[in-house]
């Protein structure tokens, strides 16, 4: 298990961009496959983004791809989810989560979970 805070959730107009940030704790960082997930009010939470350990493959849901950008610093303990050209329907609470598996995109893999950061974007 890690233990998962997330930061740089704000405000942001359409077309803007965030950096969200997820720092871990624990020495097994680095064996963990990372994943970003997202939860808008009144709906599921759905798969954005996912990254191996090691970095070299990533993922992601359809509709972000091209437009956010995950990556991971291992050295820092940090997993990180650069979103540009933001649209009004990219508003939610995003997770920053843990796997031990090799890959997932499907939350009930991961079994650490940040508190969330909220992601508000204006028209």
């Known amino acids: 298990q890690v233990q998962l805070v997330e930061s740089g959730g704000g405000l942001v107009q359409a077309g803007g961009s965030l950096r969200l940030s997820c720092a871990a704790s624990?020495?097994?960082?680095?064996?963990?496959?990372m994943g970003w997930f997202r939860q808008a009010p009144g709906k599921e939470r759905e798969f954005v983004a996912s990254i191996t350990w090691r970095g070299g493959d990533t993922y992601y849901a359809i509709p972000v791809k091209g437009r956010f950008t995950i990556s991971r610093d291992n050295a820092k303990n940090t997993v990180y989810l650069q979103m540009n050209s933001l649209k009004t329907e990219d508003p939610a609470v995003y997770y920053c989560?843990?796997?031990?598996?090799?890959?997932?995109?499907?939350?009930?893999?991961?079994?650490?979970w940040g508190q969330g950061t909220q992601v508000t974007v204006s028209s």
């Open positions: 989560a843990a796997t031990p598996q090799v890959f997932s995109t499907r939350d009930k893999s991961f079994g650490s």
């Open positions: 624990g020495r097994t960082f680095s064996s963990y496959t």
